[in-house]
């Protein structure tokens, strides 16, 4: 019985280390009593109790805005700062709805109550940052639209067939903001605000969930809302939200797409399904009351979002290397600049073992600086070996390898 | 017995997980095939010749221009024209080797992106303001431009004549010798390149790395003939992939009956390439992908694989025989056969870029962008 028992540990543990990424996840769905619904449908009384329309607005003002950058002839410095700034009936978006929000991105950006509640120093860093790039689209590339890009002059490069438009350093800032936003909007919110204790436990939302004390004139407590609202910063532009996953990667340019891209890797293949999975039997849990299985599906979302974010930057890191290395130097910035982003991103990744970020904010950077900091030409100078450098960093922090990252099949 | 099932199962779990870690290192052949013969072949019989052509052609084309420019009646606009056929079909034998030079300067996209953005073009002859070296205008450039500029810009000849006449036509006329110097221009800096140096460095380069020539070239040939033959000028037309067909992205379309012979001709460089064929004509052929493969004894399915290639691209041939001189017609009338074509191409497309580069030990160099 003791050798069986071993046995079984031992290939238990076998499999988990070697298949964590291939785990479908089926053994969670009923978990101390909780069951998982098939769907993420949750009602109260025949009422849906779903609701996350404020993440699917700032997701919809955040691709319009990075859209945006991209339109030299209309778009300025001040047009593209107010819609990162949207205040409630400025006309700042393309669709009535987005213009008529009270919602906007930047007051979301860095603004998680575990990070930055008491770290509005490094906050106002970041949303600065943003704002930065910003003013260096239109002050730097606007102006060079049609100059040929060369190192210490911002414009266009050719990769294949599509045109990028870049800084003197080789920059896309567009890219920079967009993959930079995964982490300081789109993680951050989740991981770090309303997966958190202090969010969800918050005041009496335990008590008012014990006691199926709704909002006033809602199906849903504020626990639950809070849940829904992390969930909605992945799947809240989903064709379906219920049942994302049929469309997973397809249905925004920040975090649903590139949660998609990793799954679509063979080596990451089932970490769709176990996030999904997750937020399925952690909601499930929450109507349970059933705290510490929420609290463990709130550990795995952080790990796996965490992971998907780690392992974008190296895919990207990788690739540019190999780009820099044919000097294929459009291709090259294309994928350092979405590299560059993700690297940013880490910042607000979680580490439930300490319940800080895997990722320091000096250590990010020194990341970003290294990329920049090989030659007087920043991305054009970069050596392989720098990109290298910075993405055994990163995987050090994790259970897969550089090259697992860093081929997509 | 259960300690036995244990191990039994705890081997499947290790040997599943580690078919994904295997490096991706690659291995000389054992027995080993001359690559630098087939080298030596591909550039001296192939490739510079083609070159030497193309390039010839466009001096031809800039005499043809001038002469039109100077005296813009139908005669001279109809010869240009015929010049631009002549140009763009020798085009079509080089396309394929887009590397070195060709590589660096973009050749392909800048001579041949389709379709043209006429309203670009429009404006660049009303400002004259515009720098072909951008990647944005490659699309305003190269001969789809001239297929614009020849055939687009009026239903006549004597009204497209009549728009390069006299004050009023100094705009055209500027634009229209802009972009035929441009063609001039790249066609001769890459066949200068190939005869002064690139010749020697790409046969010296007979490696078996991602860097070697072989291993490149491979690589940009399967490129050329899934993007652009493939792709290009069937798929994408066709509507392989959109919701709809696209008539108004085949090649030539101004001319109108361009785009069933450009094909022709795409495939036919494609299989002499293949082939080892001298001047991509005739009946002598040398070391080539055909006499590596057969070198190896690479069978497919009981038959040889450089045999299945070349009755696959018989295959295609006559597919594409079948179709309508102008696609635009194919797609109106039966799509399906443009399809069909396509379906004939993409068979190739899999013999080439998995069995041939499996069997030559070769890595696929690129990959689907994730479009953005």
């Known amino acids: ?376 030409h920043g991305l054009w100078d970069v050596n392989p070996a720098t990109l290298d450098t910075i993405s055994e960093a990163i995987a050090a922090k994790f259970s897969f390898t550089v090259a697992q990252a860093a081929t997509a099949d | 017995m259960k300690h036995l099932f244990l191990i039994l199962s705890t081997l499947v779990i290790v040997w599943s997980c580690s078919t994904d870690d295997d490096p991706q290192t690659q291995e000389e052949p054992s027995a080993s095939f001359n690559r630098q013969a087939m080298l030596v072949n591909w550039a001296d019989k192939i490739i510079v010749p083609a070159y030497r052509d193309f390039q010839q052609s466009t001096n031809e084309l800039q005499r043809r221009t001038v002469e039109f420019t100077a005296t813009p009646n139908e005669v001279n606009l109809a010869t240009l024209r015929n010049q631009w056929i002549t140009s763009y079909r020798a085009f079509q034998k080089v396309s394929m080797f887009e590397i070195g030079r060709a590589e660096q300067l973009r050749f392909r996209d800048r001579l041949n992106t389709y379709p043209v953005n006429v309203a670009e073009v429009e404006d660049f002859i009303a400002t004259g303001d515009y720098n072909f070296e951008l990647p944005s205008t490659n699309d305003a450039q190269g001969f789809p431009a001239m297929d614009y500029l020849l055939n687009g810009l009026a239903p006549t000849d004597a009204e497209i004549a009549n728009i390069y006449f006299g004050s009023n036509g100094l705009a055209h006329k500027a634009y229209l010798e802009a972009v035929v110097e441009s063609i001039h221009v790249l066609a001769t800096d890459v066949y200068n390149n190939w005869e002064t140096s690139f010749r020697d460095d790409f046969v010296a380069n007979n490696g078996f790395s991602a860097s070697a020539s072989v291993d490149k070239l491979t690589n940009d040939f399967i490129f050329y003939f899934e993007k652009s033959l493939r792709a290009g000028k069937i798929g994408i037309p066709a509507g392989v992939f959109s919701n709809e067909p696209l008539p108004q992205n085949v090649e030539g379309l101004y001319y109108g009956y361009l785009s069933k012979i450009l094909a022709l001709d795409a495939l036919d460089a494609a299989e002499g390439f293949f082939r080892g064929r001298t001047n991509n004509t005739g009946n002598v052929y040398g070391e080539s992908f055909e006499t590596y493969l057969d070198f190896l004894n690479t069978i497919k399915n009981g038959a040889d694989l450089s045999d299945l290639i070349i009755a696959q691209f018989e295959e295609a041939r006559v597919a594409i025989e079948l179709l309508n001189t102008d696609f635009t017609e194919q797609i109106a009338t039966d799509n399906t056969a443009m399809l069909n074509a396509y379906d004939e191409l993409q068979r190739n497309v899999i013999l080439l870029k998995v069995d041939m580069l499996q069997a030559l030990s070769i890595d696929v160099d690129y990959v689907d962008t994730d479009g953005d």
């Open chain 1, 1 to 376: 019985m003791k050798n069986l028992l071993f046995a079984a540990t031992f290939i238990s543990v076998l499999f988990a280390s070697c298949s964590s990424d291939d785990d479908n996840g089926t053994a969670m769905e009923i978990d101390n009593e909780v069951v998982a619904p098939a769907t993420y449908t949750f009602t109260r009384n025949g009422e849906n109790s779903v609701s996350f329309s404020g993440q699917t607005t700032r997701i919809m003002m955040a691709g319009e805005l990075v859209s945006a950058f991209k339109n030299f002839d209309t778009a300025t410095e001040n047009s593209l700062k107010a819609m990162f700034a949207h205040v409630e009936g400025a006309a700042d978006f393309d669709s009535d709805a987005l213009n008529a929000s009270d919602k906007n991105v930047r007051s979301k950006t860095a603004a998680s109550t575990d990070y930055f509640a008491a770290n509005t120093t490094e906050s106002t860093l970041i949303k600065n940052t943003f704002d930065s790039y910003i003013t260096t689209q239109t002050s730097e590339v606007f102006p060079n639209e049609n100059t040929v890009a060369e190192p210490g002059t911002a414009g266009q490069i050719a990769d294949g067939s599509s045109v990028r438009y870049v800084t003197s350093q080789g920059l896309e800032m567009n890219q920079l903001f967009a993959k930079g936003l995964i982490g300081a909007l789109m993680a951050d919110q989740m991981l770090n605000n309303y997966l958190g204790t202090a969010v969800l436990d918050e005041a009496d939302n335990r008590s008012n969930n014990d006691n199926d004390i709704t909002e006033t004139d809602k199906a849903y407590t504020t626990m639950e809302h809070k849940w829904d609202e992390a969930y909605g910063y992945l799947f809240g532009t989903s064709a379906d939200p219920a049942n994302p996953l049929a469309t997973i990667g397809e249905d925004d340019s920040f975090l649903n797409k590139y949660v998609g891209s990793v799954a679509g890797d063979s080596d990451f293949s089932e970490i769709a399904t176990e996030i999904f999975d997750a937020f399925k039997l952690g909601r499930a849990a929450i109507v349970a009351k059933n705290y510490e299985v929420r609290d463990a599906q709130a550990a795995i979302i952080r790990q796996k979002i965490s992971e998907v974010i780690a392992i974008r930057a190296i895919y990207y890191l990788q690739n540019g290397k190999t780009a820099i290395e044919n000097e294929d130097f459009g291709a090259a910035f294309h994928d350092l600049s979405e590299g560059y982003g993700f690297v940013y991103s880490l910042r607000f990744t979680r580490n439930n073992q300490d319940d800080n970020s895997f990722f320091t904010r000096s250590e990010v950077d020194e990341f970003t600086e290294a990329m920049l900091n090989d030659g007087e």
